[in-house]
């Protein structure tokens, strides 16, 4: 069965190169063209695929269902075997499906892979990428790459903004796209006319921009480090309402750069566990001075009576945290605390809704990391006041 193809991207993906990076927004169906060109060389010759992105909890977070459709689009059924968990051709071809994050391990002894496809590139972190690359290691195999930019820092947007010679790299976006839906194209229009800067990100493929509303821009930055191990730690916990997260963190300051390397989060989590899980994984939070919110005395008891040192904080105007934290050169948050990086980009200041200029008052949302951030530093804030 003949169907359309996106040109652009299908000459490009013919070219011979090791990494293959298509960037770019929404609508430039950079997906499906590389979902159709895999599927095709599939059905052609037995090769294996290594599908992947940074987190994936289920199969239904995999470009499975991507794939099923496009065997389905290119009337490919009878040769191709479809379950729940893995693709497969009757003439050998596999396609294989896995989430970087929490499998980079085993995926170092997956063995005889043609092609790694990375979607959603963008999540990928420093350490997943530097540890996939190598492992796809066999004569003549490629890694393609597709990822919406959305942070200058991120590895593979790094990555493919300084490539080694055998990589090759384009940027699709819906202009591209001769076979954009309609309604896609009003979309696109609409927040062009509404929110020109979030439209050059969403659908121009621009990294988000940081904005002077956030508390805490141009200060932060993600990285991988190693934790020195004769570093003073600072521990803090900002305990849990309804909805919102219990939150423990660990940070410390080195030549005037505080890093953080810990931040758990718990959503609606018992009392009872959570001693436990503190220790299971911030370790040091066992010998450590942990200072927690005031406002919840009696958890303070109960976490105090099961061995760890628990302190009320003496708390500081949220004003004067923030000037502390601004203080330093940089905040580095490690990259695997992926919830903190979340709430760095959220965390920010309320904007006039007649002037739109930024006004002085924190927005009450995305700081449950920050506030414990703020707890665990309040010893040195109260010091710094004096």
Known sequence: MRIQRVGRIY???????????????????????????LVTRGAQKKIRVLCCREIQRSIKQSVHKLLSDTIDRLGL??????????????????????GLWQNIDSIKSIEGIDYCWVEEAQTTSHRSWTTLTPTIRKHDS?????????????????????????????????????????????????????????????????TLKRSDAEVLGGKWTVDYFETPGNVDFYHGVDWGFGADPTVLVRCFVHDNTLYIDKAKYWYQSDL??????????VPTSASWRIYADSANPAEIRYIYNKGLNVRAVKKTTIEAGIRYLRSYQKIVIHEDCKELI????????KTDEKTGEVTPKI??????GWDAIRYALSPLILRGKK
């Not at 191709?80 to 396609?95: A, L, P, Q, V």
């Open 11 to 37: 000459n490009f993906l013919k070219q011979k190169a090791r990494y293959k990076i298509i960037s770019g927004g929404r609508g430039s169906a950079k997906s499906w063209e590389v979902a159709a060109e």
């Open 77 to 98: 059924n009878n040769d191709y075997k479809i379950t729940d968990h893995k693709i497969s051709n009757r003439n050998g071809t596999e396609f294989f499906f896995e």
């Open 142 to 206: 490629e890694i393609w790459i597709t990822y919406n930019p959305t942070d200058d820092y991120d590895a593979v947007h790094q990555f493919s903004l300084n490539p080694p010679d055998n990589a090759i790299v384009i940027e699709q976006n819906a202009e591209h796209n001769p076979f954009l839906p309609d309604v896609l194209k009003e979309e696109s229009e609409h927040m062009k006319k509404t929110d020109y800067e979030l439209w050059r990100h969403i659908w121009g493929g621009e």
């Open 272 to 281: 009872e566990q959570l001693p436990e899980q503190f220790i299971h994984h």
């Open 342 to 349: 979340e709430e760095a980009k959220q965390y920010k200041y």
């Open 363 to 368: 927005i009450d949302a995305f700081n449950h």
